[in-house]
């Protein structure tokens, strides 16, 4: 079964500080990947996915995410972080004709808490 | 465009009493499914649907049971409540399922309390 690992629970950040979350993945064939994020009291909104193409793909709010396919990774960064970035991180994996009917699975999530 | 719409907000029950959380979207999303969010464990999906009339059992099913009688409504029963249930509950839905080109759209969460 596919899975995905995340390798921090809590991040805990000044502010300006670059940001780096791991997110590691468990499938050897084609995945599309995501990243999530919920600030506090909300609910999940997209921050970014990677198809195909290139690697390294930008998203909402300064943020990007590399894959590397080689090290089934796919980690998020920033390179100044706000308090404003102060939320809950998923990483989640779809792995097309796996039977998988269609269902992302999602990473436990990395807490940033960015100090002002 | 109302998204997806969740309701209650906040429910507290006691052990054995039932109860549906309700989940529409108007947006004429073919997949729909129902997460629930505990601290540490990140995002376990219960059930899901590919289209009105189809259901299917995601990680956590026991003890929860859907239909989906209309592509909006995807509503989530719980038959008999139990403490293990408490949690924060998330109803999502995408255009199609297995084709993420448009996002996952969330709902605002039922936060679920089981006495």
């Known amino acids: 079964a596919q899975s995905v690992s995340q390798h921090n629970h809590h991040v805990i950040l000044s502010e300006a500080a670059s940001l780096e979350l791991g997110c590691n993945y468990s499938y050897g064939g084609t995945v599309n990947l995501f990243w999530y994020v919920q600030y506090p009291g909300q609910h999940l909104q997209l921050l970014l996915k990677y198809f195909s193409g290139d690697p390294l793909v930008k998203g909402i709010k300064g943020f990007e995410a590399e894959f590397i396919k080689s090290k089934f990774s796919f980690n998020l960064r920033k390179p100044s972080v706000q308090w404003s970035d102060t939320a809950e991180y998923f990483c989640a994996v779809f792995a097309p004709g796996t039977g998988s009917q269609g269902n992302l699975i999602f990473g436990k999530g990395t807490k940033l808490s960015v100090k002002p | 465009n109302a998204g997806v719409t969740q309701t209650p907000k906040f429910q507290v029950l006691k052990t054995g009493q039932s109860m549906t959380l309700q989940c529409a979207q108007d947006m004429n999303h073919e997949y729909m499914s129902w997460y629930r969010q505990d601290p540490g464990m990140g995002l376990r999906l219960i059930h899901y649907?590919?289209?009105?009339?189809?259901?299917d059992q995601g990680e956590v099913p026991n003890g929860y049971n859907v239909s989906r009688s209309t592509t909006e409504d995807f509503p989530l029963r719980l038959l008999s409540a139990a403490p293990s249930q408490t949690s924060v509950y998330f109803c999502a839905s995408t255009l199609r399922g297995g084709a993420y080109n448009s996002p996952l759209h969330f709902g605002n969460g039922t936060r679920l309390t089981v006495t």
């Open positions: 649907s590919v289209g009105a009339g189809i259901t």
